[in-house]
């Protein structure tokens, strides 16, 4: 039972474009939402998150979107670089039961010069 | 001064045997936790600590064995390995329970033959 998905394992974009990266959860109880970032051989690094009750967090070029009603999120980056060629994980809890971390399967990034 | 750190990052070892992967983290956080990533690249929790004691402990062989001796450290011992348990293991902390933002070690990429 997969709670969060992320249905495309992949994309590419060209580099100074906009990269749009989906998810969507089935768990109405979830209240908080992460994006980790994960390069090859290292562990995932947080990247900008949003509570349920807001819509809209920004933090320079990445910005997440959350829409409850879908049960959807999506991350913006704008402009996309080189650098941000990776995988990226959505992940979502509870804040009311605490610390457990459900995540996405992740979808790899590319982003073209 | 790496915040996460796990040893050994490369793990192979014959079926049967019983390894053990070390975690520390130099954060000051008072919980830690150990996920699997498995072939289909899904983060799934295992286990979480918070000041030394158990919180979290998923559906998970008991041949799977966290041990946290401070809340610094947080172990993890393998008995009887099977070629099932090859995956890439990763620590990770955070603040408090909340585990709003957790933070990831490099992981251990664990081969059983």
């Known amino acids: 039972d997969q709670q969060v998905k992320q249905n495309s394992p992949s994309l590419s974009v060209q580099e100074g474009r906009i990269s749009i990266l989906n998810c969507d959860y089935t768990n109405s109880m979830f209240d908080y939402f992460l994006w980790y970032k994960k390069y090859p051989a290292e562990g995932p690094t947080f990247l900008i998150s949003?509570?349920?009750?807001?819509d809209k967090n920004e933090d320079g070029r990445f910005t997440v979107f959350l829409n409850k009603s879908a049960k959807h999120l999506s991350l913006h980056i704008v402009p996309s670089q080189p650098g941000d060629s990776a995988v990226y994980f959505c992940?979502?809890?509870?804040?009311?039961?605490?610390?457990?971390?459900?995540f996405g399967e992740g979808t790899q990034l590319t982003v073209n010069p | 001064d790496t915040a996460v750190s796990q040893t050994p990052k490369y793990l192979v070892t014959q079926m049967g045997n019983d390894k053990s992967i070390k975690c520390e983290q130099n954060?000051?956080?008072?919980?830690m936790y150990w996920y699997k990533q498995d072939s289909k690249k899904f983060l799934k929790i295992m286990f979480s600590?918070?000041?030394?004691?158990?919180?979290i402990n998923e559906t998970v062989p008991n041949r799977f064995s966290p041990k946290s001796p401070d809340k610094a450290h947080l172990n993890l011992h393998i008995n009887s390995l099977e070629l099932g348990d090859s995956a890439v293991y990763f620590c990770?902390?955070?603040?408090?329970?909340?585990?709003?933002?957790?933070?990831f070690g490099p992981g251990t990429r664990l081969t059983v033959l």
């Open positions: 992940a979502a809890s509870t804040r009311t039961s605490g610390s457990r971390l459900t």
């Open positions: 990770a902390s955070s603040q408090d329970l909340r585990g709003d933002t957790q933070y």
């Open positions: 600590y918070n000041n030394k004691e158990l919180i």
């Open positions: 954060l000051g956080h008072d919980t």
């Open positions: 949003i509570s349920s009750i807001k």
